[in-house]
């Protein structure tokens, strides 16, 4: 199977290349598999999802998602890989001011689906993550679980290829953190969608087969 | 409420601008023919030794416009009633040549010393006088109101720009979220910044029709009853249907300068 992620000798760091978070790292991802990357607080377990989506650009080496080498991907590139890819914040990243059926649907608006296949989805979507009867409410009157199973669902809203999870459940309680758990292994094994998440601790009930990667001293290392 | 409240926070402010561009554009108007009138009520005096042609004067300062020589028998007849005949004629012949010197336009004093130098220097002109001391005054008078306006409007501007950066400071805040989010999504920046754009043309065609109603207000109902000559003589000068072209402009200029700066200061995803 083809690499989705692939990434060479890359070094990310702060301040202009003077405060190295990741140095040398060299993995490769492939379609459809399941990622887990954990590490102690402050790692760079952040820093390297960030760069997965051209938030952080390598200083040295090299990064490539989707076939796009992100050192030098044009920004109109960069903004069509995003289309493809599902993120997924830690606080949850929700637009305040739109209502929980509209942020879910955010993806399929940039893409410029018409407002009826909007509908359809968003109602599709919220039923999947058990929030229909909350979708003309705010991100704000929502529960952090909640909020979070919405930005699951926006995530999720256009199939994408990649899914990037960073600390999804990081502040929720067992019932939000299992729906999203199975939300993201159903995406997985249903649309061999590839799935990254960044976490501290791995679920204790996890049913698929993934790989897992630990960042130490900046160093990205696979754990077998 | 907040709704009203934060269009109100821009509209003002560019009201205040767009106010401030039509006062300085009726000024404008209106000052210009006032400034025909003091122009076509000013002539200066030359006194020649032979006679000069309008050619000739212009050859010496170009803001010479016209002159019309005075006729010395008139000027004789006054000052010598009861004189003989052979005296008049006598007067007549040693008399010089006087002349009603006109200007193009409506000058400085600085200005108005430097044509009766340039006049003087010909040698068949024995003097200028340019009635320098009431042109002064109401050069001067003139200048004052003139520059009044200016800073008055200038002030007004520099505030107005200073609550509508103040406003964008706001915009930057209330919109950052969610064009960040769009971005993360990889919304291209018309259609992250899309929304802001709309709310604030929206606000530049409401302050563009509040200032055209308040000027058609002076026009049509103040001016008319407001009983001042100047205002009534000039009505038509108080308000264009061309001027609300201009103020849209200024407006939606404005707006776009100050859109685009929110939406690249609000670029890349701050954590």
Request: aromatic fraction near 10%.
């Amino acid at each position: 199977m083809s690499n989705v992620i692939s990434a060479s000798h890359l070094t990310l760091a702060y301040e202009h290349g003077e405060n190295e978070i990741i140095k040398d790292a060299t993995f490769n991802i492939k379609k459809g598999e399941f990622v887990f990357i954990t590490g102690p607080s402050g790692s760079g377990k952040s820093t390297l999802l960030k760069s997965l989506y051209g938030q952080i650009k390598a200083n040295e080496g090299s990064l490539v998602v989707g076939g796009l080498d992100l050192a030098t991907a044009k920004q109109k590139k960069l903004q069509e890989l995003r289309t493809h890819m599902g993120i997924i914040f830690q606080d949850y990243k929700l637009v305040n001011e739109w209502t929980v059926a509209k942020n879910v649907v955010l993806p399929l608006m940039i893409a410029g689906y018409s407002v009826d296949v909007q509908n359809t989805q968003a109602s599709r979507l919220l039923k999947h993550v058990k929030l229909e009867k909350h979708a003309d409410k705010f991100p704000l009157e929502l529960s952090g679980g909640e909020q979070q199973r919405v930005g699951v669902a926006r995530a999720l809203a256009k199939n994408p290829v990649v899914i990037l999870a960073d600390e999804p459940t990081g502040n929720l309680d067992d019932y939000s953190s299992n729906v999203i758990w199975d939300l993201m292994e159903n995406a997985c094994q249903q649309l061999e969608t590839t799935v990254l998440v960044v976490t501290h601790k791995i679920p204790s009930v996890f049913s698929l087969p993934y790989r897992h990667f630990i960042i130490e001293n900046k160093g990205v290392y696979e754990v077998h | 409420m907040k709704f009203i409240k934060n269009h109100l926070m821009f509209i003002l402010p560019l009201m205040a601008i767009l106010l401030g561009v039509e006062f300085y554009l009726v000024f404008d108007r209106t000052t210009d023919s006032y400034e025909q009138g003091l122009k076509d009520g000013y002539s200066m005096l030359v006194v020649t030794q032979k006679p000069v042609s309008l050619e000739k004067l212009q050859s010496l300062n170009k803001h010479v416009s016209s002159s019309v020589k005075i006729k010395r028998e008139t000027i004789v007849k006054e000052i010598a009633k009861g004189v003989s005949e052979s005296s008049t004629q006598e007067i007549l012949t040693s008399l010089p040549h006087f002349y009603t010197v006109r200007l193009d336009a409506y000058i400085a004093t600085s200005e108005l010393d430097e044509i009766k130098e340039n006049l003087e220097s010909d040698t068949a002109i024995k003097s200028v006088e340019t009635f320098g001391s009431s042109y002064s005054s109401s050069y001067r008078l003139f200048s004052f109101i003139k520059l009044s306006l200016k800073i008055f409007i200038g002030f007004m501007g520099l505030v107005s720009l200073l609550l509508i950066i103040k406003q964008m400071e706001i915009w930057r805040f209330t919109h950052l979220q969610r064009m960040q989010v769009m971005e993360i999504f990889g919304a291209p920046l018309m259609l992250r910044s899309g929304i802001l754009f709309r709310v604030a043309i929206i606000d530049a065609l409401l302050a563009t029709l509040f200032t055209s109603i308040f000027f058609v207000y002076i026009k049509f109902v103040w001016a008319t009853h407001s009983g001042i000559d100047i205002m009534r003589q000039n009505q038509d000068e108080l308000f264009r249907i061309s001027d609300i072209m201009m103020l849209l402009l200024v407006a939606l200029v404005i707006v776009i300068i100050a859109v685009t700066t929110v939406v690249w200061t609000s670029k890349g995803v701050e954590e």
